[in-house]
């Protein structure tokens, strides 16, 4: 736990991590909306580019904070000011924990949510288990072909919504359905046609789904 204090308004910062400091924004909803949430969100593959300025993060933070939520982004070890070196998701769902720990330090009493994009959400779904969160969101989770294993993943029975582009050239759109049809328990599943991975000209589109999807899992204002 770290004595780094929670800001006050929306801004960027370094938190102490198991690797050494990582880079953290926080942004703050409109006052009127806010509500006891806060969500983090996690990037995508950072070998191939993925940060937490990512638009789809990036957007999903966006759609979060919209409906009153106050959104945690993060670089993993590695990757932009964070220090440390990529770690195959092993070291990531470690910088994911101090996350979520500094975020509960600080807002006893409220809920936790984690959202993730591709690695991202394999990062936050393989985490589900030990950090509890109250709900989740995964944007195009790499559950085959991309060398993340899903089978032993357990999801808590949480709220979960799943969002997959229908045309998704990185993550094979089936292997999802296909995992998901495997599961005991079912998420929400959205599936966005004509879309790629990366949600391109269908950004507005994905905010409307997710708020759509999650708004009645929100906790009272």
């Known amino acids: ?16 991590g198991p690797a050494g ?6 942004d703050l909803p409109e006052p009127a909306d806010a509500r006891p949430l806060v969500a983090v969100v996690c990037h995508p593959l950072p070998t191939e580019g993925g940060t937490m300025h990512n638009k789809v993060v990036t957007m999903v933070a966006r759609a979060l904070r919209e409906l009153g939520a106050t959104t ?26 101090a996350v979520v720990e500094w975020v509960r330090a600080t807002h006893p009493g409220h ?10 959400s394999f990062v936050t779904l393989s985490s589900a288990a030990e950090l509890q969160p109250d709900a989740l969101v995964s944007i195009a989770p790499p559950a085959a072909g991309r060398g993340w294993e899903f089978s032993g993943i357990e999801v808590p029975e949480v709220p979960w919504l799943v969002v997959q582009g229908d045309q998704d050239e990185i993550v094979d759109p089936q292997a999802v ?27 507005i589109d994905l905010r409307g789904a997710i708020q759509h999807e ?3 899992w929100l906790p009272q204002a």
């Not at 809920?111 to 994009?117: I, N, R, S, Y």
């Open 72 to 97: 945690v982004r993060f670089n993993f070890r590695g990757t932009g000011d964070s220090e440390g070196e990529f770690d195959h998701g092993v070291g990531e769902r470690e910088d994911l924990r």
């Open 111 to 120: 809920a936790l949510w984690l959202a993730g994009f591709s690695f991202g």
């Open 1 to 16: 736990m770290t004595a780094i204090a929670f800001p006050n308004e929306s801004t960027t910062l370094l938190l102490p």
């Open 214 to 216: 999650v708004k009645g």
């Open 177 to 203: 359905y296909d995992w998901i049809d495997s599961l005991e328990r079912k998420p929400q599943l959205v599936r966005m046609p004509e879309t790629s991975h990366f949600f391109h000209r269908k950004l």
């Open 21 to 26: 400091a990582l880079e953290v924004a926080v």
